[in-house]
């Protein structure tokens, strides 16, 4: 069947060939593994977007497939984990997007009032099995590298470090394992989320003077040894043997050469970008 003629603006074999799949595509948990270690090495994460003053609300198909695979930028949650809700739909999988609420780095964890919902991660079902998926290949620095069981605490290893769900607050919290502590990253639900909620969150991350995509820079890339994390002028690499290399670059034109030469980034097109980035190297 070509499946390419069901969601308008997916172009499977361009979105294979962006992110390097040479797989199978089959619903089955091997093509999910394959698509999901491929799409978090292939696209990374930017905020290049909403850090210029380009909201982002437009979250069909042919819009993600226009700057993600064909203009090869990368982006944030609502586009890579919409992306990769298009893509597997279009393999035969059901695919529920879940919104998040994101407790990651902050002081006080989940002991913290409650913050926005304002990430997007998925569950996925493969046919003929009981039990769902997480997914989510849009979380940056701490993004999932493999499918995960959604099912409450069970320790699940994954290329760069384990992880594991618990039930929290009537509904669950995603935890990462950072050396000997488990860290909470974000909670959610498993209430699929309409598209005009997506919008808004998208809207809102991408728009709000306080968004840390709009007063920040920030880039993540993930290799097969290692995670990369760009924050302003300060490049860290988190290896999977512990070890931890930082850079801090002098000016813009050094971040920009690293947006492009770590992370291929496509700058083209995105105005005078190395003026924006010096105003934010050090936030």
Known sequence: MDRQLRTPGIDLAAYFDRIGYRGKAEPTYETLAGLVAAHVRGIPFENLDPLT???????????????????????YC?????????VLSELGFDVDPLGARVVWQQPEGLAAPSPAETHLALAVRIPGSQTPYFVDVG????TLTAPIRLVPDEVQQTPHEPFR?????????????IGQTWRPLYTFGLTPKPMIDMQVGSWYVSTHPESMFIIGLSAATVTDDA?????????????????????RFDDAAQVCAALTDRFGVDLTGLGDVEARVAQVLDS
């Open 53 to 75: 003053g380009v909201p982002v609300f437009d979250l069909s198909a042919p819009a993600l497939a226009a700057k993600l695979v064909a203009r090869r930028r990368g982006g």
């Open 78 to 86: 609502y586009e890579q984990n919409n992306l990769m809700r298009y």
């Open 139 to 142: 979380f940056g620095g701490q």
């Open 165 to 177: 769900i618990r039930e929290h607050g009537g509904g669950y919290v995603l935890e990462s394992l």
């Open 227 to 247: 995670r990369w994390n760009l924050r302003g002028r300060n490049l860290t690499g988190h290896h999977r043997d512990g070890g931890t290399e930082r850079v």
